[in-house]
Protein backbone atom coordinates (compact mmCIF):
# COMPACT_ATOMS: atom_id res chain seq x y z
CA UNK A 1 0.00 0.00 0.00
CA UNK A 2 2.76 2.21 0.64
CA UNK A 3 3.89 2.14 -2.62
CA UNK A 4 0.78 2.29 -4.26
CA UNK A 5 0.19 6.04 -2.27
CA UNK A 6 4.07 6.79 -3.03
CA UNK A 7 3.27 6.17 -6.61
CA UNK A 8 -0.25 7.96 -6.41
CA UNK A 9 1.81 11.35 -5.22
CA UNK A 10 4.35 11.18 -7.99
CA UNK A 11 0.99 11.30 -9.89
CA UNK A 12 -0.57 14.11 -8.67
CA UNK A 13 3.07 15.78 -8.32
CA UNK A 14 4.03 15.32 -12.01
CA UNK A 15 0.52 16.53 -13.23
CA UNK A 16 0.76 19.71 -11.04
CA UNK A 17 4.50 20.00 -12.28
CA UNK A 18 3.49 20.26 -15.97
CA UNK A 19 0.78 22.66 -15.13
CA UNK A 20 2.85 25.09 -13.89
CA UNK A 21 5.33 27.45 -15.72
CA UNK A 22 8.91 27.31 -15.05
CA UNK A 23 11.59 30.07 -13.89
CA UNK A 24 11.10 32.74 -16.40
CA UNK A 25 8.73 31.45 -18.54
CA UNK A 26 5.42 33.59 -19.31
CA UNK A 27 2.40 33.19 -17.50
CA UNK A 28 0.26 35.79 -18.00
CA UNK A 29 -0.70 38.59 -20.21
CA UNK A 30 -3.44 40.03 -22.76
CA UNK A 31 -4.32 37.03 -24.46
CA UNK A 32 -2.20 34.44 -22.85
CA UNK A 33 -3.63 31.36 -22.44
CA UNK A 34 -1.23 29.14 -20.82
CA UNK A 35 -0.32 28.23 -17.09
CA UNK A 36 -1.00 31.80 -14.19
CA UNK A 37 1.18 29.71 -12.00
CA UNK A 38 4.90 29.13 -11.34
CA UNK A 39 6.83 25.98 -10.02
CA UNK A 40 7.57 26.40 -6.30
CA UNK A 41 10.35 28.90 -5.52
CA UNK A 42 9.49 31.54 -8.41
CA UNK A 43 6.21 33.73 -8.65
CA UNK A 44 4.26 35.45 -11.20
CA UNK A 45 5.71 39.04 -11.89
CA UNK A 46 4.06 41.43 -14.14
CA UNK A 47 6.24 42.99 -16.69
CA UNK A 48 3.09 45.35 -18.80
CA UNK A 49 -0.65 44.23 -19.54
CA UNK A 50 0.40 42.22 -22.15
CA UNK A 51 3.39 40.37 -20.76
CA UNK A 52 3.81 38.54 -16.78
CA UNK A 53 6.84 35.85 -16.17
CA UNK A 54 8.04 33.80 -13.61
CA UNK A 55 10.78 35.06 -11.46
CA UNK A 56 12.74 33.21 -8.58
CA UNK A 57 11.97 34.50 -4.81
CA UNK A 58 8.85 35.09 -3.15
CA UNK A 59 5.98 37.26 -4.44
CA UNK A 60 6.16 40.54 -2.40
CA UNK A 61 2.51 41.66 -2.47
CA UNK A 62 1.17 37.86 -1.13
CA UNK A 63 -0.02 38.43 2.50
CA UNK A 64 2.70 37.82 5.28
CA UNK A 65 2.93 34.94 7.13
CA UNK A 66 3.84 33.41 10.32
CA UNK A 67 7.30 32.08 11.16
CA UNK A 68 4.81 29.08 12.08
CA UNK A 69 3.96 28.51 8.55
CA UNK A 70 6.03 26.47 6.54
CA UNK A 71 9.17 27.51 5.68
CA UNK A 72 9.92 30.08 2.44
CA UNK A 73 10.46 28.02 -0.55
CA UNK A 74 14.46 27.63 -2.02
CA UNK A 75 15.79 28.71 -4.55
CA UNK A 76 15.18 26.46 -7.67
CA UNK A 77 18.39 24.48 -8.39
CA UNK A 78 20.24 26.02 -10.95
CA UNK A 79 19.16 29.63 -10.91
CA UNK A 80 21.11 32.75 -9.42
CA UNK A 81 19.69 34.86 -7.37
CA UNK A 82 19.61 38.15 -8.77
CA UNK A 83 21.17 40.67 -6.44
CA UNK A 84 19.60 43.66 -7.63
CA UNK A 85 16.53 44.42 -9.84
CA UNK A 86 14.75 47.63 -11.68
CA UNK A 87 15.40 49.03 -14.86
CA UNK A 88 18.31 48.98 -16.71
CA UNK A 89 20.75 52.19 -17.26
CA UNK A 90 20.14 52.05 -21.35
CA UNK A 91 17.13 50.97 -23.23
CA UNK A 92 18.11 52.09 -26.73
CA UNK A 93 18.14 51.08 -30.41
CA UNK A 94 21.11 51.06 -33.16
CA UNK A 95 20.68 53.54 -35.86
CA UNK A 96 22.76 51.71 -38.98
CA UNK A 97 24.07 53.54 -42.14
CA UNK A 98 27.51 54.40 -41.08
CA UNK A 99 28.29 51.19 -40.99
CA UNK A 100 26.83 50.41 -44.67
CA UNK A 101 29.20 48.76 -46.57
CA UNK A 102 31.29 46.96 -44.35
CA UNK A 103 31.33 43.13 -44.36
CA UNK A 104 32.30 40.62 -41.39
CA UNK A 105 36.06 40.31 -42.94
CA UNK A 106 36.31 44.25 -42.37
CA UNK A 107 36.56 45.07 -45.65
CA UNK A 108 34.98 48.56 -45.77
CA UNK A 109 34.55 50.99 -48.23
CA UNK A 110 34.07 54.51 -47.26
CA UNK A 111 32.06 55.61 -50.05
CA UNK A 112 29.26 52.86 -49.72
CA UNK A 113 28.57 54.22 -45.95
CA UNK A 114 25.19 56.02 -45.88
CA UNK A 115 24.56 58.30 -43.34
CA UNK A 116 20.83 58.02 -41.62
CA UNK A 117 20.15 61.61 -41.92
CA UNK A 118 17.80 63.27 -44.65
CA UNK A 119 20.64 66.31 -45.35
CA UNK A 120 22.50 63.27 -46.23
CA UNK A 121 19.81 61.43 -48.71
CA UNK A 122 19.43 59.02 -46.00
CA UNK A 123 16.12 57.67 -43.40
CA UNK A 124 15.64 60.53 -40.78
CA UNK A 125 17.60 59.33 -38.35
CA UNK A 126 17.21 62.51 -36.30
CA UNK A 127 13.39 62.32 -36.34
CA UNK A 128 13.51 58.02 -35.58
CA UNK A 129 15.52 58.98 -32.50
CA UNK A 130 13.48 62.10 -31.56
CA UNK A 131 10.46 59.51 -31.56
CA UNK A 132 12.06 57.04 -30.06
CA UNK A 133 13.23 58.84 -26.72
CA UNK A 134 9.78 61.00 -26.60
CA UNK A 135 7.38 58.43 -27.09
CA UNK A 136 8.79 55.65 -26.29
CA UNK A 137 10.67 56.36 -23.53
CA UNK A 138 14.50 55.05 -25.38
CA UNK A 139 17.45 56.74 -23.69
CA UNK A 140 20.14 55.33 -25.82
CA UNK A 141 21.69 54.67 -29.42
CA UNK A 142 23.98 52.96 -30.96
CA UNK A 143 25.33 54.79 -33.79
CA UNK A 144 28.21 51.94 -35.78
CA UNK A 145 30.52 53.39 -38.65
CA UNK A 146 33.22 51.80 -40.21
CA UNK A 147 36.58 52.62 -39.76
CA UNK A 148 37.62 53.61 -43.05
CA UNK A 149 35.24 55.84 -43.65
CA UNK A 150 36.46 57.85 -40.50
CA UNK A 151 40.05 57.98 -42.09
CA UNK A 152 38.56 58.02 -45.91
CA UNK A 153 39.96 54.37 -46.68
CA UNK A 154 43.60 55.22 -45.48
CA UNK A 155 44.83 52.65 -43.24
CA UNK A 156 47.31 54.46 -40.27
CA UNK A 157 46.07 57.68 -41.52
CA UNK A 158 44.47 60.26 -39.80
CA UNK A 159 40.69 60.96 -39.31
CA UNK A 160 39.06 62.79 -42.15
CA UNK A 161 37.83 66.18 -41.49
CA UNK A 162 34.83 65.73 -44.00
CA UNK A 163 33.86 62.85 -42.97
CA UNK A 164 34.19 63.27 -39.28
CA UNK A 165 31.87 66.19 -39.75
CA UNK A 166 28.81 63.55 -41.13
CA UNK A 167 29.24 61.46 -38.89
CA UNK A 168 29.55 63.91 -36.06
CA UNK A 169 26.02 64.97 -36.98
CA UNK A 170 24.77 62.21 -36.52
CA UNK A 171 26.29 61.85 -32.72
CA UNK A 172 24.71 65.43 -32.26
CA UNK A 173 21.42 64.72 -33.33
CA UNK A 174 21.57 61.75 -30.76
CA UNK A 175 22.83 63.74 -28.17
CA UNK A 176 20.34 66.84 -29.12
CA UNK A 177 17.20 64.05 -29.17
CA UNK A 178 17.32 63.72 -25.08
CA UNK A 179 19.05 60.26 -24.90
CA UNK A 180 21.23 59.61 -21.50
CA UNK A 181 23.92 57.81 -24.28
CA UNK A 182 25.13 57.47 -27.53
CA UNK A 183 27.43 54.41 -27.99
CA UNK A 184 30.30 55.66 -31.16
CA UNK A 185 31.12 51.63 -32.15
CA UNK A 186 33.71 51.00 -34.98
CA UNK A 187 31.75 48.66 -36.89
CA UNK A 188 35.05 46.21 -38.26
CA UNK A 189 34.85 42.71 -36.70
CA UNK A 190 38.85 43.35 -35.34
CA UNK A 191 39.73 43.78 -38.94
CA UNK A 192 40.56 46.13 -41.56
CA UNK A 193 40.12 44.38 -44.91
CA UNK A 194 40.48 40.87 -43.99
CA UNK A 195 43.06 41.31 -41.47
CA UNK A 196 42.91 41.05 -37.82
CA UNK A 197 44.69 44.55 -35.60
CA UNK A 198 47.42 43.15 -33.65
CA UNK A 199 47.28 40.10 -35.11
CA UNK A 200 48.53 40.26 -38.86
CA UNK A 201 47.15 43.01 -39.49
CA UNK A 202 46.46 47.01 -38.56
CA UNK A 203 48.95 47.53 -35.62
CA UNK A 204 47.88 48.04 -31.78
CA UNK A 205 49.46 51.78 -32.52
CA UNK A 206 47.27 52.31 -35.92
CA UNK A 207 44.41 50.95 -33.74
CA UNK A 208 44.59 53.42 -30.48
CA UNK A 209 45.80 56.44 -33.01
CA UNK A 210 42.38 56.47 -34.30
CA UNK A 211 40.48 55.94 -30.92
CA UNK A 212 43.19 58.65 -29.25
CA UNK A 213 41.44 61.07 -32.08
CA UNK A 214 38.01 59.92 -31.67
CA UNK A 215 37.86 60.60 -27.89
CA UNK A 216 39.66 64.06 -28.14
CA UNK A 217 36.88 65.50 -30.41
CA UNK A 218 33.93 64.00 -27.47
CA UNK A 219 36.66 63.79 -24.30
CA UNK A 220 33.82 66.17 -22.75
CA UNK A 221 30.23 65.11 -23.60
CA UNK A 222 29.52 62.77 -20.66
CA UNK A 223 26.73 61.07 -23.01
CA UNK A 224 28.87 59.32 -25.21
CA UNK A 225 30.31 55.32 -24.86
CA UNK A 226 33.27 54.58 -26.58
CA UNK A 227 32.40 50.71 -28.75
CA UNK A 228 35.78 49.55 -28.91
CA UNK A 229 34.94 47.28 -31.78
CA UNK A 230 31.75 45.60 -33.80
CA UNK A 231 32.21 41.97 -33.09
CA UNK A 232 35.22 40.81 -33.24
CA UNK A 233 35.30 36.86 -34.35
CA UNK A 234 38.04 34.07 -35.28
CA UNK A 235 40.61 35.58 -33.73
CA UNK A 236 43.20 32.99 -33.10
CA UNK A 237 44.97 34.64 -29.80
CA UNK A 238 42.53 36.14 -27.14
CA UNK A 239 45.15 37.38 -25.04
CA UNK A 240 46.63 39.40 -28.09
CA UNK A 241 43.34 40.83 -28.87
CA UNK A 242 42.69 41.62 -25.00
CA UNK A 243 46.30 43.80 -25.41
CA UNK A 244 44.63 45.61 -29.01
CA UNK A 245 41.90 46.36 -26.12
CA UNK A 246 43.82 47.75 -24.54
CA UNK A 247 45.72 49.84 -26.40
CA UNK A 248 42.34 51.45 -27.51
CA UNK A 249 41.39 52.09 -23.80
CA UNK A 250 44.72 53.25 -22.88
CA UNK A 251 44.60 55.46 -26.07
CA UNK A 252 40.90 56.51 -24.68
CA UNK A 253 41.52 58.09 -21.61
CA UNK A 254 44.76 59.71 -22.17
CA UNK A 255 43.05 61.68 -25.21
CA UNK A 256 41.04 62.83 -21.80
CA UNK A 257 37.93 61.06 -21.72
CA UNK A 258 38.43 60.07 -18.01
CA UNK A 259 35.23 58.73 -16.78
CA UNK A 260 32.96 57.53 -20.01
CA UNK A 261 32.38 53.59 -20.17
CA UNK A 262 34.43 52.36 -22.80
CA UNK A 263 32.56 48.80 -23.93
CA UNK A 264 34.98 45.86 -24.00
CA UNK A 265 34.06 43.32 -26.97
CA UNK A 266 34.96 39.24 -26.97
CA UNK A 267 35.68 36.90 -29.44
CA UNK A 268 32.95 35.14 -31.40
CA UNK A 269 31.19 37.86 -32.28
CA UNK A 270 31.24 38.68 -29.01
CA UNK A 271 28.53 36.46 -28.09
CA UNK A 272 26.89 36.37 -24.52
CA UNK A 273 26.70 32.26 -24.39
CA UNK A 274 30.47 32.08 -24.92
CA UNK A 275 31.96 35.27 -23.27
CA UNK A 276 33.27 33.15 -20.52
CA UNK A 277 33.51 29.63 -22.25
CA UNK A 278 36.10 30.93 -24.88
CA UNK A 279 38.56 32.95 -22.33
CA UNK A 280 37.40 36.26 -23.23
CA UNK A 281 35.91 37.44 -20.17
CA UNK A 282 39.58 35.91 -18.02
CA UNK A 283 41.68 37.91 -20.90
CA UNK A 284 39.42 41.32 -21.00
CA UNK A 285 39.04 41.27 -17.02
CA UNK A 286 42.52 42.08 -17.32
CA UNK A 287 42.11 45.37 -19.22
CA UNK A 288 42.32 48.64 -16.82
CA UNK A 289 42.42 52.04 -17.24
CA UNK A 290 45.74 53.70 -17.14
CA UNK A 291 45.97 54.25 -13.13
CA UNK A 292 45.47 50.73 -12.60
CA UNK A 293 41.52 50.65 -11.69
CA UNK A 294 38.51 49.08 -14.09
CA UNK A 295 36.03 51.95 -13.42
CA UNK A 296 34.24 52.19 -16.30
CA UNK A 297 35.00 48.97 -18.42
CA UNK A 298 32.09 47.12 -19.41
CA UNK A 299 31.95 44.17 -21.18
CA UNK A 300 30.46 44.28 -24.17
CA UNK A 301 28.09 41.44 -25.61
CA UNK A 302 25.39 40.80 -28.34
CA UNK A 303 22.96 37.50 -28.40
CA UNK A 304 19.86 37.25 -31.06
CA UNK A 305 17.10 35.24 -30.54
CA UNK A 306 16.56 32.81 -34.30
CA UNK A 307 17.88 29.22 -34.42
CA UNK A 308 21.90 29.85 -35.01
CA UNK A 309 22.26 32.86 -32.96
CA UNK A 310 22.83 34.76 -36.49
CA UNK A 311 20.37 37.43 -36.26
CA UNK A 312 19.26 36.43 -40.30
CA UNK A 313 15.68 34.76 -39.10
CA UNK A 314 12.24 36.45 -38.57
CA UNK A 315 11.31 33.62 -35.59
CA UNK A 316 12.89 32.91 -32.52
CA UNK A 317 13.58 30.18 -30.53
CA UNK A 318 14.76 30.98 -27.25
CA UNK A 319 14.96 33.65 -24.62
CA UNK A 320 19.02 33.01 -23.99
CA UNK A 321 18.37 33.04 -20.47
CA UNK A 322 19.87 29.16 -19.27
CA UNK A 323 22.48 29.18 -21.47
CA UNK A 324 23.70 32.73 -21.79
CA UNK A 325 22.16 35.29 -19.49
CA UNK A 326 22.06 33.20 -16.58
CA UNK A 327 25.80 31.65 -16.69
CA UNK A 328 26.80 35.00 -17.51
CA UNK A 329 25.38 37.12 -14.73
CA UNK A 330 26.96 34.26 -12.41
CA UNK A 331 30.27 34.96 -13.61
CA UNK A 332 29.74 38.85 -14.02
CA UNK A 333 28.57 39.50 -10.20
CA UNK A 334 31.12 37.03 -8.64
CA UNK A 335 33.70 39.23 -10.54
CA UNK A 336 32.72 42.44 -9.25
CA UNK A 337 31.56 43.22 -13.58
CA UNK A 338 28.90 44.62 -15.49
CA UNK A 339 27.78 43.91 -19.80
CA UNK A 340 26.16 46.02 -21.63
CA UNK A 341 23.74 44.13 -24.62
CA UNK A 342 25.14 46.45 -27.66
CA UNK A 343 22.95 43.63 -30.04
CA UNK A 344 19.79 41.95 -29.92
CA UNK A 345 16.66 41.57 -31.68
CA UNK A 346 14.33 39.68 -33.35
CA UNK A 347 11.20 39.44 -36.72
CA UNK A 348 8.31 40.83 -35.74
CA UNK A 349 6.77 37.61 -35.10
CA UNK A 350 5.03 36.26 -31.79
CA UNK A 351 7.69 34.06 -30.94
CA UNK A 352 10.22 36.74 -30.81
CA UNK A 353 7.64 39.07 -28.88
CA UNK A 354 7.56 35.90 -26.41
CA UNK A 355 11.17 35.38 -26.57
CA UNK A 356 12.48 38.86 -26.14
CA UNK A 357 10.21 40.03 -23.53
CA UNK A 358 11.10 37.16 -21.10
CA UNK A 359 15.62 37.67 -22.23
CA UNK A 360 15.17 41.54 -21.41
CA UNK A 361 12.60 40.38 -18.11
CA UNK A 362 15.54 38.85 -16.82
CA UNK A 363 18.26 41.45 -17.35
CA UNK A 364 16.00 43.65 -15.13
CA UNK A 365 16.23 41.25 -12.61
CA UNK A 366 19.72 41.46 -13.08
CA UNK A 367 20.32 45.21 -13.14
CA UNK A 368 23.34 44.91 -11.08
CA UNK A 369 25.00 43.28 -14.07
CA UNK A 370 23.53 44.27 -16.87
CA UNK A 371 23.47 47.76 -17.84
CA UNK A 372 20.98 47.56 -20.45
CA UNK A 373 20.60 46.49 -24.28
CA UNK A 374 20.06 47.87 -27.66
CA UNK A 375 17.58 46.54 -30.47
CA UNK A 376 19.10 45.54 -34.11
CA UNK A 377 18.16 48.31 -36.10
CA UNK A 378 16.84 51.33 -37.55
CA UNK A 379 18.25 54.23 -38.92
CA UNK A 380 18.71 53.67 -42.97
CA UNK A 381 17.13 50.16 -42.39
CA UNK A 382 13.30 49.67 -44.12
CA UNK A 383 10.69 47.80 -41.71
CA UNK A 384 10.86 44.99 -44.66
CA UNK A 385 14.35 44.33 -43.52
CA UNK A 386 14.45 41.30 -41.79
CA UNK A 387 15.25 42.27 -38.02
CA UNK A 388 13.99 45.93 -39.16
CA UNK A 389 13.06 48.38 -36.12
CA UNK A 390 12.66 51.87 -38.24
CA UNK A 391 9.35 53.63 -37.44
CA UNK A 392 7.05 54.42 -40.24
CA UNK A 393 6.03 57.74 -40.64
CA UNK A 394 2.39 59.75 -41.81
CA UNK A 395 2.73 63.14 -41.12
CA UNK A 396 4.06 64.02 -37.54
CA UNK A 397 2.70 60.26 -36.26
CA UNK A 398 5.21 57.63 -36.15
CA UNK A 399 4.23 54.03 -35.93
CA UNK A 400 6.96 51.81 -34.14
CA UNK A 401 7.36 48.11 -36.03
CA UNK A 402 5.78 45.27 -33.71
CA UNK A 403 8.34 43.78 -31.99
CA UNK A 404 9.42 47.39 -30.66
CA UNK A 405 5.66 47.95 -29.60
CA UNK A 406 5.45 44.75 -27.55
CA UNK A 407 9.00 44.81 -26.05
CA UNK A 408 11.60 46.82 -26.58
CA UNK A 409 9.97 50.27 -25.81
CA UNK A 410 10.54 50.79 -22.20
CA UNK A 411 7.01 52.15 -21.56
CA UNK A 412 5.88 49.20 -22.43
CA UNK A 413 7.26 47.35 -19.17
Known amino acids: MK ?20 VWQQCGGTGFSGSTTCVPGSYCSEINDYYSQCVPGTDPNAPSQSSASSAPPSQPTGTSPPAASG ?6 VNIAGFDFGCNTDGNCQASAAWPPLLKYYGHDGEGQMDHFVKDDGFNAFR ?15 PIDDANLQEYDDLVQACINSGAAGCIIDIHNYARWNGEIIGQGGPTNEQFAATWGAIAAK ?12 NEPHD ?8 DSVQA ?37 NKVTNPDGTKTGLIFDVHKYLDSDNSGTHADCVTNNIANAWQP ?40 DV ?14 SYVLGEAPTQSGSTWTDTSLVSACLAPNKH
Open 3 to 22: SIYALTALAIWICSARGQSQ
Open 87 to 92: PLKFYG
Open 143 to 157: LPVGWQFLTNDVLGG
Open 218 to 229: YANNSKILFGVM
Open 235 to 242: VPDINAWA
Open 248 to 284: AVTAIRNAGATSQLILLPGNNWTSAETFVSNGSADAL
Open 328 to 367: LATWLRANGRQALNTETGGGNTDSCAQFLCEQIAFQEQNS
Open 370 to 383: FLGYFGWAAGNFDP
